[in-house]
């Protein structure tokens, strides 16, 4: 039996030795691996970022939080693959400027791999320009841009707004995502599609890369 608490305790204690251990017991009882992801990392983080904000913790051990979150990310990401292998698409994803968060990027990244689709993850604190040259290099089909602050939000719509400059926006599906992005906030800076998770991020991706 999976101690999902337990997972999430380590990782708030920045265990990562603990928490590592926990995974690999887990995935030893063939707990799934998105069950573990979600009920045990995930939900540790968000604990995490409410004593971030209630100044419970501070950044030097959030960091070690998010390093041993990392770690496990590794152990679970072969187990995550949905099963396909042809490429269905290709994409340019990153965070955009201001913007350090890279963990849920990440996934997004992973999962949309995992779905066959080709991935160019072009890292954090990513500028305007830097998408466009990069939606250019890869011919990119979609795009997608992570923001987690609230003050970085805007930059996905100067994003946007570089792209259509560029001229290719007719060319690229643009993608937002982040605990702050909505729906609304999407349709409101021109985006093609909003997803709230890895998993929806890399269905949305694939249907639109079609
Ligand atoms: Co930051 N941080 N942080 N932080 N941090 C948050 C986001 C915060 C909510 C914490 C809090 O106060 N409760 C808060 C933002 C408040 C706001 O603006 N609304 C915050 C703050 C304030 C800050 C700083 C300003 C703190 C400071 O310096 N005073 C600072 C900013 C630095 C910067 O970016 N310029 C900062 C710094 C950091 C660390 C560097 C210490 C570290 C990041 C390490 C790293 O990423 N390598 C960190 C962390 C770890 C967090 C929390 C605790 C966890 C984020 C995380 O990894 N979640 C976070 C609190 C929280 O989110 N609960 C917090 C797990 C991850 C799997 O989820 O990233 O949401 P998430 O990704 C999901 C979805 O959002 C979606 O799919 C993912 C997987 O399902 N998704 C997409 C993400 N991107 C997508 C793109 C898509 C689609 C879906 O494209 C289409």
Redesign the pocket.
Do not use: N
């Given at each position: 039996m999976a101690d999902f608490n337990a997972m999430t305790e380590a990782l708030i204690a920045c265990d990562e030795e603990k928490v590592v251990q926990l995974v690999n017991a887990a995935l030893s009882e063939n707990v799934p691996a998105f069950d573990i992801l979600n009920k045990g990392?995930?939900a540790g983080?968000?604990?995490?970022?409410?004593k971030?904000?209630s100044g419970d913790m501070f950044?030097p051990e959030?960091?070690m939080?998010?390093q041993a979150?990392?770690s496990c990310v590794k152990i679970l990401k072969p187990l995550l693959k949905e099963g396909e292998s042809a490429s269905s698409g290709t994409v340019v994803?990153g965070?955009v400027k201001?913007?350090?968060?890279?963990?849920?990027?990440n996934?997004?990244a992973m999962m949309m791999e995992s779905a066959g689709m080709t991935v160019h993850n072009i890292g954090?604190?990513v500028p305007p320009e830097e998408f466009v040259k990069q939606i250019k290099d890869k011919n990119a089909q979609i795009v997608?841009?992570?923001?987690?602050?609230?003050?970085?939000m805007p930059m996905m719509k100067k994003t946007v707004d570089a792209i259509k400059e560029s001229g290719l926006r007719e060319k690229v599906k643009i993608?937002?995502?982040?605990?702050?992005?909505t729906q609304i906030f999407a349709d409101e800076i021109g985006a093609d599609?909003?997803?709230?998770?890895?998993?929806?991020?890399s269905k949305?991706?694939k249907s639109l890369a079609n």
């Open positions: 990392l995930i983080m968000d604990i995490v970022g409410e971030m904000e950044i959030v960091l939080a998010a979150m990392g994803i965070t201001g913007d350090l968060h890279d963990i849920g990027k996934l997004v954090v604190d997608c841009l992570s923001a987690l602050l609230t003050t970085t993608m937002v995502g982040g605990a702050p992005v599609g909003f997803a709230p998770d890895a998993g929806s991020a949305l991706a």
